[in-house]
């Protein structure tokens, strides 16, 4: 497998505490080192939302070590794709990116019954996002 990833994905929310957090957290898992995976968050939070950390471990992913950091324009020019997921106009266009919103319920001060089904949505959202870059790549 080649060192050099296909692409690069920047998943951006408010806080990036919970539904980007997943987002970076199945990309990785599912893509490996083929897709490199960023997030960020325009306001970003304290530390990820335990809630998402524990429906992401029911499924074998560890975001538990994962930190909110802050969306710069250095890490949307280093992306390919910019998914936002309520960042609303936080974040800034660059030519030649791929810009993306997926609209996803946020899982804040949600418990981890509430989350489950924003991770499934996420899940197939980034299971999709994978098959779309492996065919843009291959063409």
Not at 43 to 55: I, K, L, S
Not at 61 to 90: F, W
């Amino acid at each position: 497998m080649s060192s050099v990833p296909l692409a690069s994905v920047l998943f951006v929310c408010v806080h990036n505490a919970g539904r980007s957090q997943m987002a970076a957290g199945f990309l990785d898992h599912l893509a490996g080192d083929r897709i490199e995976v960023r997030s960020a968050g325009s306001v970003p939070g304290d530390r990820v939302n335990p809630a998402a950390v524990e429906a992401m471990k029911e499924v074998g992913i560890d975001i538990a070590d994962a930190r909110p950091k802050v969306l710069t324009t250095e890490a949307v020019q280093a992306s390919d794709y910019v998914i936002t997921m309520g960042c609303g106009d936080a974040c800034p266009v660059f030519p030649g990116k791929t810009y993306l919103d997926w609209a996803l319920e946020d899982p804040a001060g949600k418990g981890v019954d509430s989350v489950r089904p924003i991770r499934d949505e996420i899940k197939t959202r980034i299971e999709a996002l994978i098959a779309e870059i492996d065919a843009q790549r291959t063409a």
